[in-house]
């Protein structure tokens, strides 16, 4: 498990002082193209390719789904060539490590020492691989691609800012242990590295007699790890919070397994253009922390748009058509009479002009003697105009709530 | 006998008159009709008020069927511009179309101006502004609040991106003081029944009244009814919908209501909102979705709704601390929202709300009920209907989508299609055209002099 290693000090011994500077030209450029694609979110869906390019996570969703989604084949791709060459893509493209590097060196000139003894990572990649198996890629949003992309969700929604948490602690972690992310924690390189080393035992098997024995720590490590993987992906998998389910982005997977597969990646939240999905700060739960949720406070989720499926590495939001979108609704608006104008008898007819599907009608109520809003479930897609239009306050009369069980879910 | 030949001679003339499409029919558009039996061209032929009664024939059963006989009808008078229904819609446009130069007569079903907004007590003026707090209602309907202002007490509640309440009673003298001012021919307590047409081009008038049934001529005709009679008896394209059909009324001694005692027991139900007289409340009713055309429906909302508010009151007497409510009065005019809605040449669409669609022929622009969104503009397209010529609709009848209807049956809004429909049937008249071949520059230009606000 060489490559456990001090990656700088290994890559700077190893490459001539004319390769290390065509290297760093590369990891500048490969940051500044990520940061670019990124920030186009609302425009193409192209960001969904700075998450996607990761091994890890195209194995997790793979795992997690049993479903090869076709920006998965970028990872697969990127997990090959490390393989053969080991770390490769840490070296050559990782916007994430050049920003750690720089924490790092200054972190070394503050006269911070790395840590030498904790190497998390592969912990990290066990328990999540264990428990993808089962449906639940534990700890998948904390591939460094993720938490690179999640960074940018300061132009998504209000919240969105928090979505740079994970990166912020990454760098802090990186000055006070300087290098202890991608030499230890990170679970992108751990896996590269898990890769290479099994396409080498690979090669000297064929080639002869085993070289390398059978190593009892790592297999006892192994059994453990996905011991534990599997046990807390279950745990983790059916602990309900106890307040309202969130509300997800169209095509999201069901509950439990979404928490799981959701990278934190803030694609999602960027790439809507009505700015409804905003990260979710804990009141859904410890396991949903920074999971995309809707809100339709003033907007909606427009019936044409697809852009956050589009955008998505893991598979959490499946892609569907415009049409499909309709199929599978978000939720289902609930009225609260106590609040609606039309119970005083007012005169608002906001929240049955604003829905696109015509599923809001008002039923006359002979003994209340005033309107009282119907909705009709099997035209409501749960997008949220009503919501946005109703004009109560500071409660809106009709909220939209997660249905408990997804239809054709 | 002498009378008699006067008729047909009228007659002839109304026939030739479709042929030269309303050339020169009162001679000089812009001095407004004495009044009867003084305006050019049909002097003779005006009859006596008084006389009118000679002129009914009974009808009668032939073969078991009901029959009216053919009959001439007396013209009661004539004008350059006709606007049928006294409501917020008929009484600006027919003050815009007076002072835009034209003769202007306005002939209404109550004995009262104002329509629904007053005879139907819906005195709050949801639609004056839009999200941002803009006061898109400009021009004549601006004008009419701001004589409510001066009409001590009137107005409750102004301050800016707030929608007015006022008083039905203020706003019925503050009409008849405007048309008054303006010199508009008025005849109340008529009800336009049928439209005169010739070669899908309306002449004129049909109306029904204490003094019988009588014709007014008309070169343009503004179809301020509310429920569109006359662009549907004239042969105009319109979609028949059903709406809501309620009944307001209003409450009184809220100011004397025990606190103390009312906090024993849960508020009562439809209390309603205050009005500019102390202790007076009105309570809206909104009432199921019906044809507010059949006449079986709409005695049976008038019985209902009346049963209801009556016994609604009592239970709020029951109530501690609210004995001293009582029951002020009920509107004299059942809510009826939406009937017959116009195709016209446009419409107003739900899709150019969402789009902010700007039109070249904008003659309006509206608002919502609660501020929640932005302008729309009201082309002159959706006040013409796509057939009959010489009729303009105005007010909540106008050419319009289902998501749109309720925004624009809004008493602003009604004023501010009725100002455009007022200032493009006088232009039609002076420039001697039809009301669809106006210049729209022009309508633009005149609105914009009186004030009105077009994006």
């Not at chain 2, 006989?69 to 007396?74: A, F, N, V, Y």
């Not at chain 2, 013409?384 to 009729?391: E, F, L, Q, S």
């Amino acid at each position: 498990m060489s490559h456990f290693a001090d990656l700088n000090g290994q890559s700077d011994r190893t490459d001539t002082a004319g390769l290390r500077h065509i290297r760093w030209l590369v990891r500048c450029l490969s940051l500044v193209a990520a940061i670019l694609v990124l920030l186009a979110a609302r425009q193409s869906r192209w960001p969904v390719l700075v998450p996607a390019l990761s091994p890890f996570i195209a194995v997790g969703s793979l795992l997690a789904t049993r479903v090869v989604v076709a920006t998965a084949c970028l990872g697969l791709g990127v997990g090959f060539i490390a393989m053969l060459r080991p770390r490769w893509f840490c070296r050559w493209i990782c916007p994430l490590g050049l920003c750690v590097d720089t924490a790092s060196r200054l972190g070394r000139r503050c006269g911070r020492n790395p840590a030498k003894r904790f190497s998390p990572g592969r912990w990290i990649v066990l328990l999540t691989l264990a428990g993808a198996c089962l449906g639940y890629p534990l700890l998948l949003w904390l591939d460094p691609l993720a938490v690179f992309s999640g960074a940018f969700g300061i132009t998504g929604s209000r919240t969105g800012w928090l979505m740079a948490l994970p990166l912020f602690l990454v760098l802090t972690t990186s000055f006070v242990w300087p290098q202890i992310w991608c030499g230890r924690a990170c679970p992108l390189g751990t896996f590269q590295d898990v890769l290479s080393h099994l396409a080498r035992y690979a090669r000297t098997k064929r080639e002869g007699p085993s070289p390398e024995r059978w190593n009892p720590a790592l297999a006892r490590r192994t059994v453990l790890g996905v011991a534990a993987g599997a046990t807390l992906a279950a745990i983790t998998r059916s602990s309900q919070s106890s307040g309202p389910r969130p509300l997800r982005p169209p095509g999201a997977i069901d509950e439990p397994e979404f928490r799981g597969l959701c990278v934190r990646c803030g694609n999602c939240i960027r790439a809507c253009p009505t700015h409804i999905i905003e990260p979710s700060l804990g009141h859904h739960g410890l396991a949903a922390l920074l999971t995309p949720v809707l809100h339709f406070k003033e907007n909606y989720c427009l019936v044409d748009c697809t852009k956050c499926m589009a955008v998505c590495p893991s598979g959490a939001l499946v892609r569907l058509s415009p049409q499909d979108k309709g199929l599978k609704p978000i939720g289902l608006p609930r009225v609260d009479m106590s609040s609606c104008l039309l119970a005083e008898g007012r005169e608002c007819t906001e929240c049955r002009r604003w829905c696109p599907h015509a599923a809001i009608r008002y039923a006359w109520s002979e003994t209340e003697y005033t309107l009282i809003p119907e909705i009709d479930s099997r035209k409501c897609t749960g997008c949220g105009a009503c919501e946005a239009a109703c004009p109560t306050k500071p409660n809106k009369a009709i909220l939209i709530a997660a249905m408990e069980k997804k239809a054709g879910g | 006998m002498d009378k008699h030949m006067n008729r047909r001679e009228c007659l002839t003339a109304i026939g030739l008159s479709g042929l030269t499409a309303g050339l020169g029919l009162t001679g000089a558009p812009a001095s407004h009709a004495q009044g009867v039996g003084e305006s050019s061209g049909f002097q003779s032929s005006v009859i006596d008020a008084h006389n009118v009664q000679d002129t009914r024939t009974a009808a009668t059963i032939v073969d078991g069927k009901v029959i009216q006989p053919q009959r001439e009808l007396p013209i009661l008078h004539q004008t350059d511009v006709l606007v049928v229904g006294g409501g917020s819609a008929g009484v600006v446009a027919a003050i815009a179309a007076r002072r835009a130069g034209a003769s202007v007569t306005l002939v209404e079903r109550y004995g009262h101006f104002g329509g629904l907004w007053t005879g139907g007590l819906v005195v709050l003026i949801i639609g004056h502004i839009v999200k941002g707090g803009k006061q898109v209602c400009q021009g004549i309907g601006e004008e009419m609040m701001r004589r409510l202002d001066k009409l001590d007490g009137a107005i409750i509640d102004r301050r800016p991106g707030v929608n007015p309440t006022v008083d039905a009673e203020a706003a019925k003298y503050m009409m008849v003081e405007m048309i008054e001012e303006a010199g508009i021919d008025v005849f109340l307590h008529c009800w336009g029944v049928d439209a005169i047409v010739t070669e899908n081009t309306v002449r004129g008038v049909v109306f029904e009244s204490k003094s019988g049934r009588q014709a007014i001529l008309a070169r343009t005709v503004v179809d301020a009814t509310g429920d569109g009679d006359l662009f549907a008896a004239a042969g105009a394209e319109f979609e028949h919908r059903s709406h809501n059909v309620g009944l307001v009324s209003r409450i009184g001694n809220l100011d004397r209501v025990d606190a103390e005692k009312a906090r024993q027991a849960p508020k009562p139900k439809h209390l309603g909102s205050a009005t500019p007289v102390p202790g007076v409340n009105w309570v809206n009713l909104t009432g199921p979705e019906v044809d507010g055309l059949d006449i079986a429906t709409l005695t049976r909302m008038e019985m209902n709704h009346r049963k209801f508010i009556w016994n609604n009151v009592q239970r709020t007497r029951q109530t501690p601390g609210y004995e001293k409510v009582y029951l002020v009065e009920t509107a004299p005019q059942l809510g009826v929202r939406i009937t017959r809605v116009l195709n016209g040449l446009n419409r107003v669409r739900l899709s150019d709300l969402r789009n902010a669609t700007k039109f070249p022929d904008v003659v309006g622009v509206g608002g919502s009920s609660a501020a929640t969104h932005g302008e729309w503009q009201i082309p002159y397209g959706a006040l013409v209907p796509t057939k009959v010529d010489n009729i303009l609709a105005a007010g909540r009848c106008i050419s319009v989508d289902m998501g749109m209807a309720d925004l624009v049956r809004l008493v602003p809004n009604c004023f501010v299609t009725g100002h455009a429909a007022g200032v493009a049937a006088a232009v039609a008249v002076k420039d001697n055209c039809r009301p669809r071949d106006v210049d729209i520059a022009k309508v633009q230009k005149i609105l914009r002099q009186q004030e009105a606000y077009l994006g």
